[in-house]
């Protein structure tokens, strides 16, 4: 017998209905791509996206078919992605930062027929033009622009499509797992590969990582999202934004320290959302510009692992609480989050940064497991001990790439993440590293995060921190320190080994440190360890085998 209760789609469109319902009133606040201000209101963001969404049918454009945006983090873009999505088409968000033969890549590979853009990427626009033919129509989010009108004649204005068009639109009704966004994984090796969600899992996600022990999201927030639309929707945070009825602050192109702090200063930002790089800036601008931070209650770091240096900063100096999180373009994104349980709130609050600083445990709708490295199927105990290969598998979990017919799962179903990992018996859990990042020195394994955290420990001297293996005559493999000193900083090569000696066994210790003065970041703001892998591998090569 069946359960007899209503049943509704669970769809994106759904999420700004009730936005535009129940918060119709509250602030979307976005910096433009000129730097000037809009103050809108979900309201209005939504009558704009039904608005677009009726541009999209004039133009043509059929359910499923691919709507590509280059764009920062701003009102118009928000309108547009609901417009699409909720218009039965698909969004793929595109980063700006990949190598151009990348974005011709991708926008072929999804067979794009629109693309929407800021004006910062008219030049990339321009330049990728002749290689991308399906391309129907180039759309620039902004009212009327001669410059852009001069570089590329057939280009639109969003601010003129929309004009013409009112906002009577009804957002159409279909399947739930229906394809809703799409977002290419920022690999580094090969062609990109794409995630392609759905509007259930897009839908369910959201409402996870409200949850209080994920973001713990309400009506009552201010949010900023810093991580970009492009890198897994901002973490799916405009979407769970609308569902709970928050206050939106996008930041547009002003990623930089100081134009974030006078953001949370101006607009009382509650909870903002990041890389570790950007809190990296944004720390360093609060003490420059004397700023409290006084509204942040709490900042989401995720994309590369926090150092404990960060949690502590911002807790002991801002009264902010981290959360830690972990997660994939895979896994969209949400895969786990740092929050304590009831009984850990008796512990010291050193042992509390501890439970803090894992990535954290899994909320409803994805599980978590640990395989065998090499075996690839055993699982291993979840004892937060022995490491191995994660896996994972969830209502928000890839099961296979786009265009692929293959599943991209083992045979029993899970998606083998990469990373290598502990977990606890409450699921916390602990990334030891990348499968390919991990050094193996004489047949042992070294995690290069944990050494990199034990460098950024020197928060007031050290910036940036990436271990990498280097080749070694005897050891196949040792670690090596890559760092970037803060400018006025004089620490020694000595004084960092030195400080290793009580925190990790003595063969772990790296061999070497290399100051530099920058560390290659990829499109999302991680270290590219493969170029400096490719730059440092033979730094040892002409050592003593000892
Ligand atoms: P991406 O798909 O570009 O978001 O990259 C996902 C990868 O980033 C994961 O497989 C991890 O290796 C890494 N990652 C994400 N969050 C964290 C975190 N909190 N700590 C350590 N690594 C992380």
């Given at each position: 017998?069946?359960?007899?209760?209503?049943?509704?789609?669970?769809?994106?469109?759904?999420?700004?209905?009730?936005?535009?319902?129940?918060?119709?009133?509250?602030?979307?606040?976005?910096?433009?791509?000129?730097?000037?201000?809009?103050?809108?209101?979900?309201?209005?963001?939504?009558?704009?996206?039904?608005?677009?969404?009726?541009?999209?049918?004039?133009?043509?454009?059929?359910?499923?078919?691919c709507v590509a945006t280059?764009?920062?983090?701003?009102?118009?873009?928000?309108?547009?992605?609901?417009?699409?999505?909720?218009?039965?088409?698909?969004?793929?968000?595109?980063?700006?930062?990949?190598?151009?033969?990348?974005?011709?890549?991708?926008?072929?590979?999804?067979?794009?027929?629109?693309?929407?853009?800021?004006?910062?990427?008219?030049?990339?626009?321009?330049?990728?033009?002749?290689?991308?033919?399906?391309?129907?129509?180039?759309?620039c989010l902004s009212a009327?622009?001669?410059?852009?009108?001069?570089?590329?004649?057939?280009?639109?204005?969003?601010?003129?499509?929309?004009?013409?068009?009112?906002?009577?639109?009804?957002?159409?009704?279909?399947?739930?797992?229906?394809?809703?966004?799409?977002?290419?994984?920022?690999?580094?090796?090969?062609?990109?590969?794409?995630?392609?969600?759905s509007h259930r899992s897009?839908?369910?996600?959201?409402?996870?990582?409200?949850?209080?022990?994920?973001?713990?999201?309400?009506?009552?927030?201010?949010?900023?999202?810093?991580?970009?639309?492009?890198?897994?929707?901002?973490?799916?945070?405009?979407?769970?934004?609308?569902?709970?009825?928050?206050?939106?602050?996008?930041?547009?192109?002003?990623?930089?320290?100081?134009?974030?702090?006078?953001?949370?200063?101006?607009?009382?930002?509650?909870?903002?959302?990041?890389?570790?790089?950007?809190?990296?800036?944004?720390?360093?601008?609060?003490?420059?510009?004397?700023?409290?931070?006084?509204?942040?209650?709490?900042?989401?770091?995720?994309?590369?692992?926090?150092?404990?240096?960060?949690?502590?900063?911002?807790?002991?100096?801002?009264?902010?609480?981290?959360?830690?999180?972990?997660?994939?373009?895979?896994?969209?994104?949400?895969?786990?989050?740092?929050?304590?349980?009831?009984?850990?709130?008796?512990?010291?609050?050193?042992?509390?940064?501890?439970?803090?600083?894992?990535?954290?445990?899994?909320?409803?709708?994805?599980?978590?497991?640990?395989?065998?490295?090499?075996?690839?199927?055993?699982?291993?105990?979840?004892?937060?001990?022995?490491?191995?290969?994660?896996?994972?598998?969830?209502?928000?979990?890839?099961?296979?790439?786009?265009?692929?017919?293959?599943?991209?799962?083992?045979?029993?179903?899970?998606?083998?993440?990469?990373?290598?990992?502990?977990?606890?018996?409450?699921?916390?859990?602990?990334?030891?590293?990348?499968?390919?990042?991990?050094?193996?020195?004489?047949?042992?394994?070294?995690?290069?995060?944990?050494?990199?955290?034990?460098?950024?420990?020197?928060?007031?001297?050290?910036?940036?921190?990436?271990?990498?293996?280097?080749?070694?005559?005897?050891?196949?493999?040792?670690?090596?320190?890559?760092?970037?000193?803060?400018?006025?900083?004089?620490?020694?090569?000595?004084?960092?080994?030195?400080?290793?000696?009580?925190?990790?066994?003595?063969?772990?210790?790296?061999?070497?440190?290399?100051?530099?003065?920058?560390?290659?970041?990829?499109?999302?703001?991680?270290?590219?360890?493969?170029?400096?892998?490719?730059?440092?591998?033979?730094?040892?090569?002409?050592?003593?085998?000892?």
């Amino acid at each position: 017998m069946q359960g007899r209760m209503m049943f509704q789609p669970l769809l994106i469109s759904s999420l700004i209905e009730h936005a535009a319902q129940y918060h119709g009133d509250t602030a979307v606040i976005s910096k433009n791509t000129d730097l000037t201000m809009t103050h809108t209101t979900w309201l209005q963001i939504s009558d704009n996206a039904k608005r677009f969404a009726q541009a999209l049918n004039q133009m043509g454009i059929q359910a499923q078919d691919c709507v590509a945006t280059i764009a920062w983090n701003n009102h118009r873009h928000l309108e547009a992605w609901y417009a699409i999505s909720g218009n039965e088409m698909i969004c793929h968000t595109i980063n700006p930062r990949l190598f151009p033969e990348q974005l011709i890549f991708i926008i072929n590979d999804a067979k794009d027929r629109v693309i929407l853009f800021d004006k910062t990427f008219l030049p990339l626009i321009v330049a990728v033009k002749a290689h991308i033919p399906l391309v129907e129509h180039f759309i620039c989010l902004s009212a009327h622009d001669a410059d852009v009108a001069q570089a590329l004649p057939e280009v639109k204005f969003y601010d003129a499509l929309i004009a013409e068009q009112n906002a009577d639109f009804v957002w159409p009704i279909f399947d739930e797992t229906t394809a809703s966004s799409l977002c290419y994984t920022s690999g580094t090796t090969g062609n990109p590969k794409g995630a392609l969600y759905s509007h259930r899992s897009t839908t369910l996600h959201s409402m996870a990582i409200a949850l209080p022990d994920s973001m713990g999201l309400s009506a009552k927030d201010v949010m900023m999202p810093v991580v970009p639309m492009f890198h897994v929707n901002a973490w799916g945070t405009p979407y769970a934004a609308a569902m709970v009825g928050s206050t939106l602050v996008l930041p547009g192109p002003g990623l930089d320290g100081t134009s974030l702090v006078n953001l949370i200063d101006q607009y009382q930002v509650s909870i903002a959302l990041g890389v570790p790089t950007i809190w990296q800036g944004l720390l360093t601008a609060a003490k420059k510009l004397g700023s409290q931070l006084s509204s942040m209650k709490r900042n989401v770091v995720g994309g590369s692992a926090c150092p404990a240096s960060m949690i502590n900063t911002f807790k002991d100096v801002y009264d902010c609480d981290t959360i830690h999180a972990w997660g994939m373009t895979e896994t969209s994104p949400l895969g786990t989050a740092a929050q304590l349980k009831a009984k850990h709130l008796q512990l010291s609050d050193a042992e509390q940064v501890k439970v803090r600083l894992s990535q954290g445990r899994p909320p409803f709708g994805v599980s978590l497991r640990l395989c065998d490295q090499e075996q690839g199927t055993d699982t291993i105990k979840a004892d937060g001990e022995q490491t191995g290969n994660l896996q994972i598998k969830g209502h928000w979990i890839i099961d296979a790439y786009f265009g692929k017919d293959q599943s991209a799962l083992t045979s029993d179903g899970w998606f083998d993440t990469g990373d290598i990992a502990t977990l606890d018996a409450d699921g916390y859990l602990r990334i030891s590293d990348r499968a390919k990042d991990l050094i193996k020195s004489g047949g042992e394994w070294i995690s290069s995060v944990e050494l990199e955290n034990i460098a950024l420990d020197f928060n007031h001297d050290i910036s940036m921190a990436a271990v990498i293996a280097a080749k070694h005559p005897k050891w196949d493999e040792r670690p090596v320190l890559i760092a970037v000193r803060h400018p006025e900083s004089q620490l020694t090569e000595i004084e960092i080994l030195k400080y290793y000696a009580d925190k990790v066994a003595k063969w772990q210790i790296p061999d070497k440190v290399i100051f530099v003065e920058s560390i290659p970041l990829n499109g999302t703001g991680k270290m590219l360890k493969k170029e400096l892998r490719e730059q440092f591998e033979n730094v040892l090569m002409n050592e003593p085998s000892s």
